[in-house]
């Protein structure tokens, strides 16, 4: 099919589950933050199913062709993983800077980065029992994670990175061992911090995808817009992930009105096309979507081409996420008849 549509991972989550006026109040969690759940512990994980029906109902009423489970149960993209590994001190965190320059407490490596058991395949599961649809499910990269901790182990951030992809790949294994179509990682941190990702990025990101049998997908991003405002007109790390072994990359042009002619640098590689503008809280009309996709097919054959939004939609209402959602199906409809 043409032009299929999906979100990039996250879906609002309700404001009966997490205090969204904390989660916004704040930069993105990179150590626990249990505070920020309204649900006392007994009764948190029944919440989190219930609120992940939700996710996936909205986006089976929009039209999406490939589902995520809307990473309800995180409190960031990243910490939920990152969290989990052996190696890392979460009860005595480090800290270090985010990408808006912001100083964050996040997990310190006092050991060999491991993986100890299975981290999302609950959730993956949960995700195929409650959809027909194609599923996608994300994991946070190795360059990402290491960037968002303190390394007081490792003698190289590459030993580390490689650590991390080694981690990460026992765990992108497991879930296509159990069902997954589309497994994607996030790095937004190889644009925050493209020399270092020259360095080491791509490499780790293919160890972490090495022996993977599946779709495979790599989200880079400018952050979220009610995080990070200001956006640049280009990416300062994108054509570097050509040498990636993923399937697919996901970028943003609405927001940032990208200029498209970097996407010839990626190959045959198929690309997620960020064409909703999550910094605005008006709902686009399905023909802007579908223009600001025509801006990509100009450098891009329409079989590469996916609709998602910009990035995460987790800071959105959710009436304008749905909205926003169900534009960007009717733009789909319009671009098939256009070019079947």
């Given amino acids: 099919m043409l032009f299929p549509t999906t979100i990039v991972g996250s879906y609002p989550q309700p404001d009966w589950?997490?205090?969204?006026?904390?989660l916004a109040g704040r930069f993105p969690p990179r150590v626990r933050a249990k505070e920020l759940w309204r649900i006392p512990e007994a009764y948190l994980h029944e919440a989190m199913e219930d609120a992940t029906i939700v996710a996936i109902r909205a986006q089976e009423r929009a039209g999406l062709d490939i589902i995520t489970d809307g990473e309800i149960r995180r409190e960031s993209y990243s910490n939920r993983i990152a969290t989990a590994l052996d190696g890392v001190d979460i009860d005595n965190p480090g800290t270090a800077l985010d990408r808006s320059g912001h100083p964050n407490?996040?997990?310190?490596?006092?050991?060999?980065?491991?993986?100890?058991?299975?981290?999302?395949?609950?959730?993956?599961?949960f995700l195929k029992k409650n959809t027909d649809r194609k599923v996608k499910i994300t994991v946070p990269g190795p360059f990402t994670m290491l960037q968002q901790a303190q390394n007081d182990f490792y003698a190289s951030e590459k030993e580390a990175a490689m650590d991390y992809a080694a981690a990460l790949n026992e765990e992108i294994k497991d879930l296509f061992?159990?069902?997954?179509?589309?497994?994607?990682?996030?790095e937004p941190y190889m644009q925050a911090r493209p020399e270092k990702a020259r360095e080491y990025g791509v490499e780790a990101l293919n160890r972490a995808l090495e022996g993977v049998q599946g779709q495979t997908a790599v989200h880079i991003c400018?952050?979220?817009?009610?995080v990070i405002h200001a956006r640049p007109s280009g990416y300062d790390f994108l054509p570097e992930l050509n040498q990636c072994s993923c399937n697919q990359v996901s970028v943003e042009t609405a927001q940032s009105n990208l200029d498209c002619t970097v996407l010839e640098t990626l190959g045959n590689k198929q690309i997620?096309?960020?064409?909703?503008?999550?910094?605005?809280?008006?709902?686009e009309t399905p023909e802007l979507v579908a223009e600001r996709v025509r801006k990509a097919l100009k450098h891009i054959k329409p079989e590469q081409v996916i609709l998602a939004p910009d990035c995460g939609m987790k800071y959105l209402p959710r009436e304008v996420a749905d909205g926003k959602l169900q534009a960007m199906v009717k733009a789909a409809e319009i671009l098939r008849k256009e070019y079947a």
Avoid: H, W
């Fill in 177 to 186: 061992a159990n069902g997954a179509d589309i497994v994607q990682v996030d």
């Fill in 17 to 22: 589950l997490i205090d969204r006026e904390k």
């Fill in 222 to 226: 400018f952050g979220y817009a009610a």
């Fill in 105 to 125: 407490p996040v997990p310190r490596i006092v050991g060999k980065i491991r993986r100890i058991k299975p981290i999302e395949v609950e959730d993956l599961l």
């Fill in 272 to 283: 997620m096309v960020g064409c909703l503008d999550l910094s605005d809280m008006t709902v």
